[in-house]
């Protein structure tokens, strides 16, 4: 079974610009959730979604916004990019939405803002 | 503050020796508890998880971790630890009867001497 996939692996934006990320969960799972890593505030949770409906959010700006297809695919979209946006973002699936489900992460995206 | 503490930044053991990562969580009751794993350039893993019962749980990789209510701690261990275990370690808890966010703590980064 594939894991789960992240395009695109590396991107560089300039401030101002927006940038939209790319999840494939593992097939079957229907929870994708996302997180921004950054050396500073390490990982924090932006968001989840569960059957195409935003589960839960986390202290994000509203810059920070994403959604889900009906295949459970999800995006993320960040406007108006900040230099301090730059951090590896990180996708994780799951086979449902619930706390003591395991998750699986994918690789990342890492994005440099200039 | 609700929180969760990795001490130790970084550490250093000689290959073959024990390793032991603390956790410390600060919360009202005894939330989910995971220790993740990730690897360079990779996502994260997860080792092994607490909910409830049986205080010492086993991961993959040789892994176990001991939950210890009275000191608020969930320290990873591995009796002999292998070059290929260097990576950076989180600790992570999802708070009983909140909103199921999970808070990741800062990470350990592990360096395993030949």
């Known amino acids: 079974k594939a894991g789960v996939t992240q395009t695109p692996r590396y991107l560089i934006k300039t401030r101002g610009q927006q940038v939209t990320l790319s999840c494939s969960p593992i097939?079957?799972?229907?929870?994708v959730s996302w997180y921004q890593q950054t050396p500073g505030q390490g990982l924090q949770f932006l968001f989840e979604?569960?059957?195409?409906?935003?589960?839960n959010k986390g202290n994000f700006p509203g810059r920070f916004s994403g959604r889900q297809f009906s295949n459970s695919r999800s995006e993320m979209n960040v406007s108006t990019l900040e230099l301090g946006d730059s951090a590896l973002y990180l996708c994780?699936?799951?086979?449902?939405?619930?706390?003591?489900?395991?998750?699986?992460f994918g690789p990342g995206t890492r994005l440099t803002v200039l | 503050a609700q929180s969760v503490t990795q001490p130790d930044i970084h550490i250093t053991v000689s290959e073959g020796a024990s390793l032991e990562l603390r956790c410390n969580y600060s919360?009202?009751?005894?939330?989910?508890l995971f220790w993740y794993v990730q690897s360079p350039g990779q996502g994260l893993q997860l080792l092994l998880k607490?909910?409830?019962?049986?205080?010492l749980v086993q991961g993959i990789k040789g892994f176990e971790a001991e939950f210890k209510r009275s000191q608020s701690s969930f320290n990873l261990r591995k009796p002999s630890v292998h070059w290929s275990d260097a990576a950076e370690y989180f600790c992570?808890?999802?708070?009983?009867?909140?909103?199921?966010?999970?808070?990741f703590g800062k990470g350990t980064r592990l360096h395993i001497l030949p």
């Open positions: 097939s079957g799972h229907r929870s």
């Open positions: 607490y909910f409830s019962g049986d205080t």
């Open positions: 919360y009202g009751a005894t939330p989910y």
């Open positions: 994780a699936s799951s086979f449902t939405s619930g706390r003591s489900n395991e998750q699986f």
């Open positions: 992570a808890v999802v708070p009983l009867g909140g909103d199921d966010k999970i808070i």
């Open positions: 979604y569960f059957s195409e409906t935003q589960r």
